[in-house]
């Protein structure tokens, strides 16, 4: 007999009914839409370069854009900057209400004036200002008989970053979609674990299985197939991703992810595996589908607390967090992103979140195996605890 | 096939919930290579027993035992188990279902294919291996719970209400699978509450009335320990039979009348007296009337 393999011909079977489920496949293709799509937006975006058109009546100014789109060309941008000659002051004027051209740069009584239509554009205003100054400082130096050089010796700020790039927004839009994600697989896979208990307690097969294999087998081919799902789920989502992000040319920019994906696939399965059987265990006390709501509600409020303790917290709170079993697989991956983490804190919170699963598993199962033979009306958690 | 030969005894089951008894002290055996009806009214205790017997609840006291040892684990797997609410996946392809149930009590998926495919087959599904249980009739979903049941050759057979919901046809089936498995020595025990079933197929019954064992033994054997009684037919009128003594007329209709002999040591006597004078009557007929499964039951049940 190979009873004590059991387990595995339940997981079997787990896997199997979810991949051939269209509710399942669906969501799981909803998803990946959604993840290439937010990858190529991001990529859109990021990528989009501006031209600005510039119009003149001068030929000063002319010398100005030009010099401006020059330095625009040396500092690597995309951008790029098209002057455009106008005859008269007023045909300018014209153009620039038409909108035809973004701004309009004429002499004034001490300079000069950059003229915009309606709303002025910063990075436009810096590039011409730099390039005004720069223009006229060479100019009153040459007057002056000095040459630029000595005018601007000393004067060069190179600008360095210790931690390379600032990536803190991105970080926490990433932190923000690996904790969603941990939510939802929670969620998701936690309810479909109580449905599948449900739904044999309710048919009441679960009988003729218990008298085939120690009921013990079945909690775990159930808990092990819904892991091998999950983390099977979440590497799709995270292959797709990263191989969208190399495919639009991103990956160089969203590389420091990568470090950080690792631990967050880490903290997804322990995180995941402490809660599983908690859903088992909502599934053997309810005696409906309709029943799992309300018994999962202590469930519910502590995934919800972790979702919002792990992206609203800051400073020494998100440190707490970070080590509170289940807690801590949002917290934790969010500090990983987003601060300087020791290398041992996320291995201590991996390892508190270990013993709390060992524990919870310990009760989920007493209350699946207590509950799961029982007929009638739904368990409360007070009855379920109680014995 | 050689299978184990190995009644199962029930030894003083009792189930009580809080104050509650279910089942008390409950004892009979399940032979091998016998049909034994286990007969009761609803909330009898019937399902609560068999669950015991099968392992899924916890005896309050008491003991099964299978070939003269405790049952064990190993034991009931090998067992084929009904439950008496219907237990399969309604969403599931009835092939694909009968497999992993046929893999869990530790068949190959090949062996358990075959063998599942054949057994459909002879239940008249063989077409319709690959459809969800749901979309089956329930008299074919109840079919399909019977594949279930003895898809492993199980050594023994207990039944929960296996014939409810069946049409006669699908008796008939049911009833001659059952018997192939019966020659290779197999006790099967069904709980029914249709006495004419069980008057039909058992040659043993076991019958359960709040939670007791009211009767147990051979059917032929019931029969013969109930009451011994004569149904006197004949041309005259008989109400003379009042006066025979060691006798009691229970039901006298003019010339037709039935007869209960008081005391069983006298029977011999009793009816030389009556044949003796009835030929006198008119006497045309004078036999021995059996009572039914039904009436046992009845007399069983009346406290």
């Known amino acids: 007999m190979n009873q004590k393999n059991a387990w595995r011909t339940v997981a079997v079977r787990e896997i199997m009914v979810k991949l051939t489920d269209k509710s399942f496949i669906f969501s799981t293709l909803f998803s990946l839409a959604i993840i290439v799509v937010s990858i190529g937006a991001g990529a859109y975006f990021g990528n989009k370069t501006t031209d600005y058109t510039v119009g003149y009546t001068n030929q000063s100014a002319q010398a100005i854009i030009d010099s401006a789109n020059h330095s625009l060309e040396s500092s690597g941008s995309d951008d790029s900057l098209v002057a455009e000659n106008f005859a008269s002051e007023d045909e300018a004027r014209a153009a620039l209400e038409a909108e035809d051209v973004d701004a309009l740069l004429s002499p004034a009584d001490s300079g000069w004036e950059l003229a915009y239509a309606e709303s002025s554009d910063s990075s436009l205003t810096n590039l011409i200002e730099q390039s005004v100054v720069s223009t006229t400082t060479a100019a009153n130096a040459a007057e002056q008989g000095i040459s630029m050089d000595q005018l601007t010796a000393g004067s060069s700020l190179k600008v360095e970053t210790l931690k390379g790039e600032d990536n803190s927004f991105a970080a926490m839009m990433v932190g923000l979609a690996f904790a969603m994600i941990f939510y939802m697989a929670i969620i998701g896979f936690g309810v479909m674990i109580a449905q599948s208990v449900v739904e044999e307690k309710q048919n009441r097969i679960v009988e003729i299985i218990a008298t085939a294999i120690p009921i013990r087998q079945l909690l775990i081919g159930k808990i092990v197939g819904n892991i091998v799902l999950a983390v099977g789920q979440i590497a799709l989502y995270l292959i797709v991703g990263l191989t969208g992000a190399n495919l639009m040319g991103a990956l160089d920019e969203f590389g420091w992810v990568l470090s950080s994906a690792g631990w967050f696939v880490a903290f997804y399965i322990v995180g995941f595996s402490t809660i599983a059987t908690t859903w088992a265990a909502v599934g053997a006390m309810s005696s409906r589908n309709e029943d799992i709501a309300s018994l999962s509600t202590p469930i519910m409020m502590l995934s919800m607390g972790a979702l919002f303790g792990g992206i609203y917290a800051s400073g020494t709170m998100l440190q707490v967090l970070s080590f509170i079993p289940i807690v801590s697989s949002i917290a934790m991956p969010m500090r990983l992103l987003t601060e300087n983490v020791a290398f041992w804190e996320p291995l201590l919170a991996l390892m508190l979140c270990a013993v709390a699963a060992a524990l919870l598993t310990l009760l989920g199962a007493r209350i699946y195996q207590n509950n799961i033979m029982r007929a009638g009306s739904a368990v409360t958690w007070r009855q379920a605890l109680k014995k | ?303």
């Open chain 2, 1 to 303: 096939m050689l299978v184990e030969q190995g009644s199962i005894e029930v030894c003083n089951l009792t189930k009580t919930y809080g104050s509650k008894t279910a089942v008390s002290n409950a004892s009979f055996t399940v032979e091998p290579g016998a049909m034994t009806g286990f007969l009761g009214a609803n909330g009898a205790g019937k399902t609560t027993t068999m669950r015991m017997m099968m392992g899924l609840l916890e005896p309050t006291s008491g003991e099964v035992l299978y070939g003269g040892r405790p049952l064990n684990l190993a034991d009931r797997v090998s067992f084929g188990y009904m439950p008496e609410e219907r237990g399969l996946y309604p969403k599931q392809p009835i092939l694909n279902q009968l497999i992993y149930l046929g893999q869990l009590r530790g068949m190959t998926a090949t062996t358990a294919k075959s063998r599942a495919s054949d057994l459909l087959a002879e239940l008249g599904l063989g077409d319709r291996l690959k459809d969800k249980l749901e979309s089956l009739s329930l008299g074919n979903q109840q079919r399909v719970q019977i594949v279930a049941s003895i898809l492993h050759r199980p050594q023994a057979l207990i039944l929960d209400e296996p014939f409810s919901g069946l049409d006669p046809r699908a008796v008939d089936t049911m009833v001659d699978m059952l018997h192939s498995l019966m020659r290779e020595g197999v006790p099967v025990l069904f709980s029914s509450h249709q006495l004419d079933l069980v008057d039909r197929l058992c040659d043993r019954v076991v019958i359960l009335h709040r939670g007791e064992v009211k009767a147990t033994g051979g059917a032929e054997e019931l029969r013969e320990s109930g009451p011994v009684r004569f149904r006197y037919r004949s041309e005259q009128d008989a109400a003379w039979l009042r006066e025979v003594p060691g006798t009691e007329v229970v039901d006298l209709a003019g010339p037709n009348a039935l007869l209960e002999i008081s005391d069983r040591t006298q029977t011999a006597a009793v009816r030389q007296q009556i044949l003796t004078r009835g030929l006198e009557h008119g006497m045309t007929e004078f036999f021995r009337e059996l009572p039914t499964l039904g009436d046992i039951y009845r007399g069983a049940t009346q406290q």
